[in-house]
């Protein structure tokens, strides 16, 4: 085909994999993307060339469930039509379920079981695929704690626990308000698309349209939307990553937007920290552990200098990675004892509010209940408030007291967690539970795997 026709062919591929607007999108740069329209494109990529044997390596991980739905839709599709295979690396056993016709499982480079997707999924023989059945987030019901299996990657034995009412992470989480920690009133963004010189042939795109939140304090505050639904536009214009067009952000009292008190902004800004979506890339790779942890108490002064080591090894210790790992560069861990830094490392700033965005959508279900435990045990120990992003609905399911559900910028609904998940009142959040790849039956019937709590 020539350059007309392959640009037509683009488009329309990438209006195939959910891109709005494809006809302008095709003409931005990576940048510009969000990280789950980014793998929106490197499938349609991969669809170009109308290839025989399809290979996709984790294709869902950052998308939400309606996107998900439609790539996995249009996989089994080609797959159907053209005759053509799919080899489909995943951690997400709800997509398993829904979509594979035959299972392998792989442990530490050994095949330790293969057979048909109801065969394995049923009735696990090997006790890897036990352990990681019984770690799926169930989707029917609320549990207090996620079953964390011994078979996978562990903490390090034999860690002391700081104890939080006297050490010097716990000095500032005694606080008395009891009322609204967040409060976000008509927050609006929007980024131009199309660049010009005069105002009026310009196009935008609204991030965030008049956005209304309340989060109290020690709650878990869910956010979930579709992939540039504008999630974690609000979570970087809470952190002071992104200045809003309009709009209120006000944290225990204190105006984000505008306000000409510099230091109470500092101040108040200090109170937050984020654990950001990929651990890979979060971590500076040539500063140890050390540095990487220590870097904001020492930046802030939060503590005399010659305290900094020992805090900085209690943090590493309670996170359960134990001291030892500070003298390591970020390459020696694996995705999920990253994401174990990078919560020590927003821990070390003493937060009232942790945002976390996305923060176990690269890890498996093993290593993800592992993160999500610690991270329910950090706030009951300190009394933490955390707004949560994902677009996996189990989880927040299990997370969450209160949930917000996003779409093109817009809050459509916003309810408590067990309201939402049972009686949805708006027709995008029934469709988005409707969507939701069911591991339930199979999750009942791994009781018999060895877990502990």
Known sequence: M??????????????????????????????????????????????????????????????????????????????????????????????????????????????????????????PKHEYTKSLISAVPPSDHKIDRFPLVEYIETTEKGLKPIDVSTHWLGQSQRHENKDDLLVIRDLNLRFITRDALLARNRRYLQATS???????????????????????TIARMVAGLQKPDSGSINFDGTELVD??????????????QMVFQNPYSSLNGRMKIDDIIAEPIIFHRLTPIDQVKQIVGDLLDHVGLGRQ???????????????????????????????????????????????????????????????????????????????????????????????????????YSAELLNLMPRFDSIYKNSATATVTE
């Open 2 to 123: 020539n350059q007309k026709q392959a640009s037509q062919y683009a488009v329309e591929l990438l209006q195939q994999v959910g891109i709005p607007e494809a006809e302008i999108r095709i003409k931005q740069f990576p940048h510009q993307f969000s990280g789950g329209m980014r793998q929106r494109v490197v499938i349609a990529i991969a669809l170009a060339g109308k290839p025989d044997l399809i290979i996709a390596d984790e294709p869902t991980t950052a998308l939400d469930v309606s996107v998900q739905d439609q790539i996995l839709s249009l996989i089994k599709d080609l797959c159907r039509e053209r005759n053509v295979g799919c080899l489909l690396v995943t951690h997400d056993m709800g997509v398993i379920a829904s979509v594979t016709d035959r299972i392998a499982v792989m442990y530490r480079g050994k095949l330790v079981e293969i057979g048909t997707t109801a065969q394995v999924l049923s009735d």
């Open 325 to 427: 790992a500070g003298r390591k560069y970020p390459h020696e861990f694996s995705g999920g004892q990253r994401q174990r830094i990078s919560i020590a490392r927003a821990l070390a700033s003493r937060p009232r509010l942790l945002i976390c965005d996305e923060p176990t959508s690269a890890l498996d279900v093993s290593v993800q209940a592992q993160i999500l435990n610690l991270l329910k045990d950090l706030q009951d120990e300190l009394g933490l408030t955390m707004l949560f992003i994902s677009h996996d609905l189990p989880v927040i399911r299990q997370m969450c007291d209160h949930v917000a559900i996003m779409r093109h910028g817009k809050i459509l609904e916003t309810a408590e967690s067990e309201t939402f998940f049972e009686h949805p009142q708006d027709p």
């Open 259 to 272: 306000n000409p008190d510099r230091e109470a902004v500092k101040r108040a800004r200090l109170q937050m």
């Open 210 to 232: 008049n956005v209304n939140l309340s989060i109290k304090q020690g709650e878990t505050f869910g956010l979930v939307g579709e992939s540039g639904s504008g999630k974690s």
